[in-house]
């Protein structure tokens, strides 16, 4: 059974940094790309940051770039997102999302909800 579960969500001030975790079971993590979406309300998902399947590439959103980092750890079936110096309009809940190439998202945790407000 596959399960993608996300964690690290919460509130924080602006400024603040938090790291989220993805954990995923049920299918042969190494071979997936691993993607961190986010939506904030009354938008649509949108691409946030993204990691090849041994993490030699990384790929970030415009207006994240610099500030957050994505990473993996193949050993331990888990994606990362740190983030840094937060900003309000990152108030969102972030996803993460798992699929055999570019472009392609096969698999979909729940999401973790990020807040940042003063």
């Known amino acids: 059974q596959v399960q993608v579960v996300e964690s690290g969500g919460g509130g924080v001030q602006p400024g603040g940094s938090l790291r989220l975790s993805c954990a995923a079971s049920?299918?042969?993590?190494?071979?997936?790309?691993m993607n961190w979406y986010r939506q904030a309300p009354g938008k649509e998902r949108a691409f946030v940051a993204g990691?090849?399947?041994?993490?030699?590439?990384?790929y970030y959103a415009e207006s994240v770039k610099g500030r957050f980092t994505i990473s993996r750890d193949n050993a331990r079936n888990t994606v990362y997102l740190q983030m840094n110096s937060l900003k309000p309009e990152d108030t969102a809940v972030y996803y993460c999302?798992?699929?055999?190439?570019?472009?392609?998202?096969?698999?979909w945790g729940q999401g973790t909800q990020v807040t940042v407000s003063s």
């Open positions: 999302s798992a699929g055999p190439s570019a472009g392609v998202n096969t698999y």
């Open positions: 049920g299918f042969t993590f190494s071979n997936y790309r």
């Open positions: 990691i090849t399947y041994t993490g030699g590439r990384t």
